[in-house]
């Protein structure tokens, strides 16, 4: 069945193994490019001694720059995720997988259910690649900057902290925006799929002009999320766009770098919590789609 889905979707045979290769390499080059530019603008806001940074006299990024990088970086992520069907997030794939267990509506794991460990695989590998690169481009602003916090919020997210607020509120709000958030961003989506297919079509090709659309709709939805709520975590929205870069952070001889900040005790929340939401928003869903 996934053969057929896919190859009715992408004119590709999925048999080969050569196509599978693309579906993989694809995968990657979106989640690749979420981070990039996402945390890319979250260094030149943080860090020291760039043209954007918030610091600079002259004036630099503010939070909606930051926003403007996450949601331009996933609009193009799936663009370029053209042979994977631009999940680029495993609380996609996740929200995919629960629609194929439980709705009559064909998705990629149909048939192959294992496919989703595989995906979830290079979405984190994309993202670690995309960091990797990101910190070799801002070395020298990396060097350069005292503030250790400053260098850890270009990889990954952490809890809102007050000292006004205990540590369990601070995981309970940080859970609820991450779960809320993403199921925002999935149900938008899904609602773009099914519906707006046929609000443009710039090329007489539908499924082109979907792709245009869909990829669109995601960077305007992640952008007005990173600006509305996403200053309380991060925001992650995404476990491969948290975890990835975490991992790149704990590993990497930064130049000061202090690993007590890659706060690993936090991780699950940016890792579970968009997963519990795309399991509610597979369940809206389904129940809507039922009625």
């Known amino acids: 069945m996934i053969n057929q889905l896919l190859s009715a979707s992408s004119g590709l045979d999925w048999s080969s193994g050569t196509t599978w290769i693309k579906f993989v390499i694809s995968e990657i080059f979106g989640t690749f490019a979420l981070v990039f530019f996402g945390n890319g603008a979250v260094a030149c806001y943080e860090l020291k001694h760039t043209k954007g940074s918030s610091k600079n006299a002259r004036g630099g990024l503010n939070w909606f720059g930051v926003g403007f990088g996450y949601g331009f970086g996933t609009m193009l992520g799936v663009i370029w995720s053209g042979f994977s069907d631009h999940h680029i997030n495993p609380a996609a794939d996740v929200f995919e997988f629960f629609i194929y267990l439980f709705n009559n509506r064909a998705t990629i794991y149909d048939g192959q259910p ?103 709709m995601a960077g305007f939805v992640v952008m007005l999320l990173v600006i509305s709520i996403g200053g309380v975590t991060g925001p992650a929205l995404n476990p491969a766009r948290d975890l990835g870069p ?46």
């Open 246 to 291: 975490r991992i790149v952070y704990t590993i990497i001889p930064l130049p000061g770098r202090d690993r007590k900040l890659a706060e690993w005790n936090y991780s699950w929340v940016p890792t579970l919590a968009p997963v519990v939401g795309a399991v509610f928003a597979a369940l809206i869903f389904i129940g809507l789609d039922g009625i």
């Open 114 to 216: 294992w496919l989703i460990f595989i995906v979830i695989i290079v979405q984190i590998i994309g993202a670690m690649m995309a960091q990797l690169m990101l910190d070799l481009i801002f070395l020298i602003s990396i060097k350069s900057t005292e503030d250790q916090n400053a260098v850890f919020a270009m990889h990954a997210t952490t809890r809102p902290k007050s000292e006004n607020s205990s540590v369990k509120l601070q995981y309970t709000i940080a859970f609820i925006t991450e779960a809320f958030g993403t199921l925002i961003l999935l149900l938008t989506l899904k609602s773009t799929e099914l519906f707006g297919q046929d609000l443009l079509d710039l090329t007489g090709n539908s499924e082109a002009s979907q792709t245009f659309i869909t990829g669109i």
